[in-house]
Each structure stands twice: as structure tokens, then as C-alpha cells.
């Protein structure tokens, strides 16, 4: 699954864990980042343009998609009909073409892997 501190992960089939180049985990995707002989990601400085999106980089979610959503956020198990009320809805058109992706079912990242929200086609 790559190579990331010890830790509990989700990661979606055509990623791999590895690190930034101040340590952070973060997912590449299979043929990208330094697996590949490729340079590992140097996160940039982020203007933070809400509270909420500032609460969002400091929590940790995880999605195990099956029938449900299985997310926790911080640890904390969330029933899926409650996951806004702790994550914003995103539009996938618009994530998609700013170069993110809602590849992770329910989740949507950035380009840089960054947590967005949910997919609210899903909710």
C-alpha cells in the first residue's frame, strides 16, 4: 500500500501512501510521486477561506465504502444520513474541473489530495 507512518489508512485501488516533503501522509496515485521515480509532493501554503474549511484540515476521515459509507471523523464512528453535518457538500463537476476528484466514495479531494467534502450527488 506504500510506505507511510504507521497508522490507519483507506486508500482507493490505484493509490499508494507515501510522504511529503515535510513528512505528511499523502496518496499517489500508481504511476505518480516517488514510487515512480517521480518527485514526492511539497505542500504549499494554504489561505484559509472559511472556518469551516479550517476545520476540515484538522480532522482525520476515513470511508471504508461498502453498502454504507463507514466514516469516522476523529476516531468517531458517523451514521452516513450525519456526515454534513460535519463536512461540507462539494459539486463533483465543479472539483473535477479544478483538477480534484470524488474518486474516494463519498469524499472529494483536491489536486493536491487535499479533503474538500462530500460528493452531494451521494446525500
Do not use: H
Not at 476528484?101 to 479531494?109: A, G, T
Amino acid at each position: 500500500m506504500g510506505n507511510a507512518p504507521a497508522g490507519l489508512y483507506g486508500v482507493t485501488t490505484g493509490w499508494y501512501l507515501g510522504t511529503d516533503t515535510s513528512g505528511g501522509v499523502v496518496a499517489y496515485k500508481e504511476g505518480t510521486g516517488p514510487g515512480y521515480g517521480g518527485q514526492q509532493f511539497q505542500p504549499q501554503p494554504e489561505k484559509e477561506t472559511s472556518s469551516r474549511s479550517a476545520d476540515i484540515k484538522k480532522m482525520e476521515v476515513v470511508c471504508m465504502a461498502t453498502a454504507v459509507f463507514n466514516c469516522s471523523i476523529d476516531g468517531q464512528d458517523i451514521e452516513d444520513q450525519d456526515l454534513p453535518k460535519y463536512l461540507p457538500l462539494v459539486d463533483k463537476k465543479d472539483v473535477n474541473k479544478k483538477g480534484g476528484n470524488c474518486d474516494s466514495v463519498p469524499l472529494c479531494y483536491d489536486k493536491n489530495m487535499m479533503l474538500l467534502g462530500l460528493n452531494k450527488d451521494l446525500f
